[in-house]
């Protein structure tokens, strides 16, 4: 078929045309890929738009991406995410000339609004005692990766290391004294590592404005401010680009789009059940693969257009290998229920739509 027909046929997919182009294009152009090591060790293999097997880094590299985000948990049961396998993927990330972003979860599991549990080794520490421990183990951290960019903390929209880091009552301060310590590390490591800070709820600019109008108050510094973007959960794109405007204006910094993902179908590839299941969850864009790129496409259009850093897509490559489930406790039987959000599908190829654009 010659190109018109197949555009005319709906078998090839033109991307809009791009909004209006912040001049520097979108720098963080990032994929999380916290899971791969464990799917890696699982024999888990990925291939190119051809159909060829290929490092799942240079897939992603030639789809666009010039970013890693890899997600550090304390000391995880499951043995991965830690210290050890994160250094060693931040070197394998380096070597397929990406950059690399830590995201500290200051704990030894998930981190995100509905819990930020303190690790086991930090238990019973004080508020004091917590300031330093997060300086000494960013710094740790630090020194071993040499990030580009650092994430104090994940998605900490009331806080971290509860109870003592948590918001209560709007006050800011002790949350505000371990932002510092992080802020802190991280510069004294490398002063031009670019600090992050993480909320969820990038549909809300009351949401925005309470925390980082909080933070700001107490003295807190950070160089990019950092949200979760999932249009299933957070709302249109017309009010994205309002909030994200809003938030550089008010706080003088860049912003990121530090995770976002869409369905490319809505089969359900393990034992357990899938959290996205409709047929089209946003805007009538249906959940394919050609619907999953054109979400994509226009979250990163509406970033550029509001003149932000980037997209960073979350586990692009978490497809449903058995072994690589969720739960840091029984990673081996907890199963997956995000592997219809992968830009691989359940054969391991990249979706071939899927474009992380400048």
């Known amino acids: 078929m010659k190109l018109a027909a197949l555009i005319a046929a709906g078998l090839l997919l033109v991307p809009a ?23 890696l060790d699982l024999g888990a293999r990925f291939y190119d738009v051809r159909g060829h097997r290929a490092d799942p880094y240079e897939i992603l590299k030639k789809a666009g991406v010039n970013y890693v985000r890899l997600r550090i948990w304390n000391n995880p ?43 086991a080794s930090w238990a019973g520490h004080d508020l004091a005692q917590l300031q330093k421990d997060v300086y000494d183990y960013t710094y740790d951290v630090c020194k071993a990766t040499s990030p580009d960019s650092v994430q104090i903390g994940n998605e900490i929209n009331t806080g971290m290391l509860w109870p ?29 590592t670019q600090v992050l800070i993480h909320t969820a709820d990038a549909g809300s600019i009351g949401a925005a404005h309470w925390f980082y109008d909080g933070i ?3 003295g807190v510094k950070w160089d990019v401010t950092a949200l979760s973007y ?25 912003a990121v789009i530090a995770e976002t993902a869409y369905p490319y179908t809505t089969e359900n590839y393990d034992h357990l059940e899938n959290i996205i299941t409709s047929a089209a969850p946003c805007d009538g864009i249906p959940a394919t693969q050609q619907g999953q790129a054109t ?20 586990e692009p490559t978490w497809t449903a290998v058995d072994g690589n489930g969720w739960d840091t406790e029984d990673i081996e039987n907890s199963g997956n229920a995000w592997e219809n959000m992968a830009t691989f599908d359940d054969h391991g190829r990249i979706n071939p739509y899927v474009r992380w654009g400048r």
């Open 17 to 39: 045309a791009p909004a209006a182009a912040h001049p520097k294009g979108l720098d963080m152009r990032g994929a999380d890929v916290s899971t791969l090591p464990r799917a």
């Open 77 to 119: 049961t499951s043995g991965y995410n830690n210290k050890a396998e994160v250094v060693a993927q931040a070197r394998e990330a380096r070597r397929h000339g990406l950059k690399v972003l830590i995201d500290f979860h200051y704990s030894d599991t998930w981190a995100d609004p509905g819990k930020q549990f303190i690790p």
């Open 164 to 192: 003592e880091g948590q918001v209560v009552n709007s006050d800011f301060g002790p949350l505000a004294s371990l932002l510092k310590s992080g802020y802190n590390a991280a510069k004294a490591c490398n002063r031009k």
């Open 216 to 218: 700001a108050a107490q």
């Open 230 to 254: 999932y249009c299933m959960w957070h709302g249109d794109l017309t009010n994205l680009g309002s909030v994200l405007t809003d938030v550089q204006a008010r706080y003088g910094k860049p």
């Open 295 to 314: 979400e994509f496409t226009q979250v990163q259009d509406t970033v550029r257009a509001a003149g932000g850093l980037g997209v960073f897509y979350w």
